[in-house]
């Protein structure tokens, strides 16, 4: 069964609307969750890390009052896409990481599409 | 700067035509190299992690190896629903708890 549960799968939404993205660790307590954003026929690009209850580390170049991410829990971290634009449109992807070398588990993604 | 390179970019496979992928790395402190399988509108999905050179992994119609330069993911017999995506990332010392991935290798198997 599913180890990460993201949601929603799939948003469309005007430009100027603030877009959140819910990631959610089911069988394990996650002391980092990751972002992702994955443009067609490219790989998995990080932009940022999280750990629970301290401010997340934003990638190069990715900015943090576009893109908040919140992680209030141990179990839940939540990607905030503030006044989107076209060119936000995306798929993001959240990843949980229970510790040490463990691998990370992915959630679903979510399919942003801002008109 | 670690760099890890996935090859082929994309794979055509008859039914049963066995093949390898290969991910080369170099890296600086590899703490472990992760393949994962992404079918398309979907997250990555885990297959195996492998954490030093000489070790191997199975799993159904799946082998991964590592030496100390390059991991391949064997895969035998293949089947139609083996069509995805296979992502290959490494886990360095000097990068915390992130991972560095390759572009990925597009694999389609024909029935």
Known sequence: ?115 | EDQVTQSPEALRLQEGESSSLNCSYTVSGLRGLFWYRQDPGKGPEFLFTLYSAGEEKEKERLKATLTKKESFLHITAPKPEDSATYLCAVLVSTSGSRLTFGEGTQLTVNP
């Open chain 1, 1 to 115: 069964g599913a180890v990460v549960s993201q949601h929603p799968s799939w948003v469309i939404c005007k430009s100027g609307t603030s877009v959140k993205i819910e990631c959610r660790s089911l069988d394990f307590q996650a002391t980092t969750m990751f972002w992702y954003r994955q443009f067609p026929k490219q790989s998995l690009m990080l932009m940022a890390t999280s750990n629970e209850g301290s401010k997340a580390t934003y990638e190069q170049g990715v900015e943090k009052d576009k893109f908040l991410i919140n992680h209030a829990s141990l179990t839940l971290s939540t990607l905030t896409v503030t006044s989107a634009h076209p060119e936000d449109s995306s798929f993001y992807i959240c990843s949980s990481l229970s510790g040490g070398n463990q691998p990370q588990h992915f959630g679903d993604g979510t399919r942003l599409s801002i008109l």
